[in-house]
């Protein structure tokens, strides 16, 4: 997945990126006096058609850089390893987890380029799920293998990506807070859906979206379509298994 304006930028669009937004180091508020290689550095920006290879020659240069752990964009923390909400009028709003937070110099000013690693959702991978596309949330992230650079002013907000057991605790269907079970890398879910735990009588995965039952003797998850509603007068539920051995 790659957000739209970010590869095959044009020279006017890497001209943008040292007009726009003015990294704000949120622990030192650091003050830098003006490099004397600047204008080689704006030189090689021009020279160059995306932020990878804007990122590459910058990192040739001595003093034009430098890595942060913390940042703040618009009001918005932005952290090392954290899960971001990212928007683009072509795809709407994605989610990824930040990799490196790089500050360009440029004068006194830093001018800030994120890499990140991209979630994919289920619509974005339908044609790996096949069969078990019933099976996954519309909550459900993959970590994929792709990456890129991006500006920040496209992230407009912080997303939480959660383990399905405290994603299920939560019980939360609005924000953006997911969950994420499995990867994507080298064009294949990992570990296979074939291998994640079964439940209910169809023996499919779980899938929050769908209403469940848990057996009040077993504790095992059943798809309530899956199931006879058998409650008795005090809401409790037994499934078939456990009615048997009663």
Known sequence: MSAPNINHETDRKLNEIFNSIKLENVKTQETLKKISNTNNLITQVRRNQSLALLLQNVQNLNQTHKEFKEI?????????NSNVVIYT???????????????????????????????????DLKQIIGQYFDCISERELFLSDQYDYIQPDIIVGEAS????????????STGFIFFCRSFYKNHQILPPIQKWEKHCKCRQPKNPDKKHLICD??????????????????????????????
């Open 72 to 80: 703040k964009i618009n009001n918005i923390p932005i952290k090392l």
């Open 89 to 123: 009028k072509k795809n709407g709003h994605c989610i990824a987890k930040t990799i490196k937070i790089i500050g360009i110099v440029k004068f006194q000013h830093y001018t800030p380029i994120i890499q990140v690693q991209w979630y994919q959702k289920k619509k």
């Open 161 to 172: 990506v959660l383990e399905l057991e405290q994603f299920e605790q939560k019980n939360q």
């Open 217 to 246: 003797i077993c504790q095992q998850w059943y798809h309530q379509d899956c199931m006879a509603l058998n409650y008795n007068i005090q809401g409790i539920y037994v499934c078939p298994s456990c009615k048997k051995q009663k």
